[in-house]
């Protein structure tokens, strides 16, 4: 079975900083044939669901902040936020979607210092 | 962008079925993979398998033996059915819709329904 890790659990950042948070899976989520990696990256907020902001590992959903970056390839893969806003407090999650089972990490917590 | 209401019993037995419904209002239902995801308490969420109005399907491995998910386009709406429920079946349930062109990835989520398994 394919482990999706996060690091760290959580993390405090002043306002205006920047945030890293990384991915690590157990197994490559790389696909070959179309040169991309299959990994998203959600954020959920208290009491809602969790809303897309990457996927292929880079690329940004319709309306997410320039703010948010993805990077890596492979097994290893980073969300990067460039500066660190207020409403940007949640939980991050990342999610593989080249095996069957669509696993998630454990998610990191994202405050503010 | 529509919108994704899920309804059905909130509490469900040990050892039966839980029966969700997704309605799905302000597009078609032919368009998009609809994706079921469960996330228990303060945890991850965990996929648990999408439908097509084609008839395709893709489970998790992990729950494939006890999960159902079909689609109705005469009514707009998809289901899931999860049978011999345990109390480890507790979660918050998702009805999801994918992006445009991958279907395991959640472009869009319901607000959740809460199921509790106990008797």
């Known amino acids: 079975d394919i482990v999706m890790t996060q690091s760290p659990d959580s993390l405090a950042v002043s306002l205006g900083e920047r945030a890293t948070i990384n991915c690590k899976s157990s197994?490559?989520?790389?696909?070959?044939?179309?040169?991309?990696?299959?990994l998203a990256w959600y954020q959920q907020k208290p009491g809602q669901p969790p809303k897309l902001l990457i996927y292929?590992?880079?690329t940004r959903d319709s309306g997410v902040p320039d703010r948010f970056s993805g990077s890596g390839s492979g097994t290893n893969f980073t969300l990067t936020i460039s500066s660190l806003q207020a409403e940007d407090v949640a939980v991050y999650y990342c999610?593989?979607?080249?095996?069957?089972?669509?696993?998630f990490g454990q998610g990191t917590k994202v405050e503010i210092k | 962008q529509g919108q994704l209401q899920e309804s059905g019993p909130g509490l469900v037995k040990p050892s039966e079925t839980l029966s969700l419904i997704c309605t799905v209002s302000g597009g078609s239902i032919r368009s998009y993979y609809w994706n079921w995801i469960r996330q228990p308490p303060g945890k991850r969420p965990e996929w648990i398998g999408y439908?097509?109005?084609?008839?395709?399907?893709k489970y998790n491995p992990s729950l494939k033996s006890r999960v159902t998910i079909s689609v109705d386009t005469s009514k707009n709406q998809f289901s899931l059915k999860l049978n011999s429920v345990t109390a480890a079946d507790t979660a918050v349930y998702y009805c999801t819709r994918s992006t445009v062109d991958t279907a395991m990835v959640i472009g869009y989520w319901g607000q959740g329904t809460l199921v509790t398994v106990s008797s």
């Open positions: 197994q490559s989520v790389f696909y070959s044939s179309n040169n991309k990696n299959y």
């Open positions: 292929m590992a880079s």
């Open positions: 999610q593989e979607y080249y095996y069957n089972s669509g696993t």
């Open positions: 439908g097509h109005y084609s008839g395709s399907t």
